[in-house]
């Protein structure tokens, strides 16, 4: 699976759009870019995935550039509980042993009051 | 409906003993996941289930882990002989069966948390 990188950190106002960046230069044409977060003491939860199209579900928004080489998982309305470690991982989806999830460090949003 | 659910929640116990975690899957999902993750690391793939295939054991450390699962529900991780360095979280994940053009989205528990003392 291709490489990701993340800001370690970033801080967001209650209320406002959180924007999350991931970089993935080297990721292949059939790897999907998917976004987890973790809350603190709770496993992780699955929040979207996109290949190529930008997509929105009812937790976020996924934005990924033209050449796939970064995206965005925007908030858009942050609040308390969504503070997280959020994760994003590149894949494939099908074939061989991809089920197996791996984290890196990810980003630390903390939402503020 | 129920998300995946895992007892106990809590698990203190002596170095060299047994102990059991169990896992309880979403219903209707097929594939089963158990991951470890330690104090501020990320995820660590154990072992995964199938239907009736022969699982995936590639993320087992030791000969002292083990997992069954009961058709296509219940699953029980065993460790045997714990060691203080087994001290983590005890993840288990499930999802539908993942189809060629589908996607893999694991729905986890809340864990277990392993203290070997």
């Known amino acids: 699976d291709a490489k990701t990188t993340q800001p370690p950190s970033m801080d967001c106002a209650e209320g406002r759009a959180a924007n999350l960046p991931c970089n993935h230069s080297?990721?292949?044409?059939?790897?999907?870019v998917y976004w987890y977060r973790q809350i603190h003491s709770q496993g992780p939860q699955y929040i979207i995935h996109g290949l190529k199209n930008n997509e929105t579900n009812e937790m976020a928004s996924l934005i990924i550039t033209e050449d796939r080489k970064s995206s965005t998982l925007i908030l858009p309305h942050a609040t308390l509980r969504d503070t997280a470690v959020y994760y994003c991982i590149v894949r494939v989806d099908s074939g061989g042993s991809n089920y197996k999830l791996t984290f890196g460090k990810g980003t630390l949003l903390t939402v503020n009051p | 409906g129920a998300g995946v659910s895992q007892s106990p929640s809590n698990k203190v116990t002596e170095k060299g003993k047994d102990v059991e975690l169990r896992c309880d899957p979403i219903s209707g999902h097929t594939a089963l996941y158990w991951y470890r993750q330690r104090l501020g690391q990320g995820l660590e793939f154990l072992i995964y289930f199938q239907g009736n295939s022969a699982p995936d054991k590639s993320g087992l450390p030791s000969d002292r882990f083990s997992a069954e699962r009961t058709g296509e529900s219940v699953s029980t991780l065993t460790i045997q002989r714990t060691q203080q360095e087994d001290s983590a979280v005890y993840l288990c994940?499930?999802?539908?069966?993942?189809?060629?053009?589908?996607?893999?989205?694991?729905?986890f528990g809340p864990g277990t948390r392993l203290t070997v003392t």
């Open positions: 080297t990721i292949s044409g059939n790897e999907y």
């Open positions: 994940a499930s999802s539908l069966y993942p189809l060629p053009s589908g996607s893999y989205e694991q729905y």
